[in-house]
């Protein structure tokens, strides 16, 4: 299972959805899709965010909010929670305050 945690300064993504074999799960092609586009569009037009990222593991911490950054970060989550509603076995969101 893919696991989302969100905080205001910080969004982590782990795991694996497990929704079928390597390479043609589409629920971690989605997710990995959303989360890297959105990465790459903030370092494109600010510096604002700092991310580590490995296998399965995605980290972002927002080192300055701005009005791009956190519409971009708001796109991201929202787009994550539309893809919780149709594969809710395979990813989860947390919020934490």
């Known amino acids: 299972m893919i696991k989302v ?10 795991g694996h959805a497990n929704y079928d074999e390597f390479g043609l799960d589409i629920v971690c092609a ?17 510096d604002t965010i700092v ?8 980290k972002i911490d927002i080192k300055k909010h701005t009005k791009v ?8 989550v929202s787009l994550l929670s539309e893809l ?3 594969y809710s076995e395979n990813i989860k969101i947390k919020y934490i305050k």
């Open 5 to 14: 945690s969100v905080s205001h300064d910080s969004i982590l993504i782990s």
């Open 84 to 86: 919780e509603k149709q």
């Open 30 to 46: 989605s997710v990995s899709s959303i989360a890297i586009t959105t990465v790459n569009a903030i370092q494109r037009l600010e």
């Open 69 to 76: 950054t956190d519409t971009l970060i708001t796109n991201m």
């Open 51 to 58: 991310f580590d990222s490995t296998d399965g593991y995605l």
